[in-house]
């Protein structure tokens, strides 16, 4: 999109109550980022997108952290958590077989990236492992995205789309 649409775009459909509000930053790790901020501290938030080595897209990441950028402590899980996105997956999948074979009526496959792709990952606040957070995969044979909970480092549920 040109740079005078996307602008275009921004000013017919910003906030005009002043109530929320985007800020765009560039980051040493994470690139190009946008910050969704808000008058409710809760509901604010950055989104980036990262190329992980060994898929096809680029993933989604949002976290938490201030108006002037996420926190150090983001930054080393999101590196920490990508660093490794078999191990990543691993995390899911018994929590994802009984609802892949559901959805699908497959066998669960023998590879993972066999009909997983990694969409998106959602940062815990302040970057603690046993925070609450989200791993997001869409899952090719089902046509649906998978999104695993995890609170107290295990998965707490798998939540199917549509």
Same mark, same amino acid.
């Given at each position: 999109?040109? /740079?005078? #649409?996307?602008? /275009? #775009?921004?000013? /017919?459909? +910003?906030? #005009?109550?002043? +109530? ?11 690139? %190009?980022?946008?910050?969704? $901020?808000?008058?409710?501290? %809760?509901? =604010? ?10 898929? !096809? ?6 976290? +938490?952290? &201030? ?10 899980? =999101? ?7 078999? @191990? ?8 994802? %077989?009984?609802?892949?074979? *559901?959805? &699908? ?7 993972? +990236? %066999?009909?997983?792709? #990694?969409? $998106?990952?959602?940062? !815990? @606040?302040? $970057? *603690? ?17 998978? &999104? ?15």
């Amino acid at each position: 999109m040109s /740079l005078f #649409l996307r602008s /275009l #775009l921004e000013f /017919l459909t +910003r906030d #005009l109550s002043g +109530r929320t509000w985007e800020v765009r930053k560039s980051h040493p790790y994470f690139g %190009e980022m946008t910050y969704y $901020g808000s008058r409710d501290p %809760e509901a =604010c938030y950055w989104e980036a997108e990262l190329d992980v080595p060994g898929q !096809p897209k680029p993933i989604g990441v949002a976290m +938490r952290g &201030t108006e002037e950028g996420p926190e150090p402590s983001e930054e080393a899980f =999101c590196k920490q958590a990508l660093a490794n996105i078999d @191990a990543l997956f691993e995390r899911c999948q018994p929590a994802f %077989e009984p609802v892949f074979a *559901e959805c &699908t009526k497959l066998p669960f496959p023998t590879s993972w +990236r %066999e009909a997983f792709v #990694l969409d $998106g990952i959602d940062i !815990p @606040a302040g $970057g *603690e492992p046993n925070g609450e957070w989200c791993i997001y995969y869409f899952v090719e044979p089902a046509g649906h995205y998978f &999104t695993a909970h995890i609170e107290s480092g295990k998965v707490t549920s798998v939540l199917v789309d549509g």
